[in-house]
């Protein structure tokens, strides 16, 4: 089990969720991606896209100054 990190600062949508879905192609079961985002819809198209996916939400939240982290389980 690895934690893998994913900044997607400065990328707007659909790039961060995109480059999520293309990660999640290189995570084995139990892995934790953990993702940075400053696009402001990043939240809600997190949780979409883990539900679509059937992916564990671990957290996500707002880190302040734009910000949002979220840990997505495999």
Known sequence: MATVYLDTLGKK???PILEVAIKAKQMKPGDI???????HSFHRDVES???????TLLFV???GG?????????
């Open 66 to 74: 734009g910000k949002w982290k979220a840990q997505i389980q495999f």
């Open 61 to 63: 939240g707002d880190q």
């Open 33 to 39: 991606l953990e993702v940075v985002s400053d696009c």
């Open 13 to 15: 949508c659909p790039q």
């Open 49 to 55: 896209w883990c539900k679509k996916a059937g992916k």
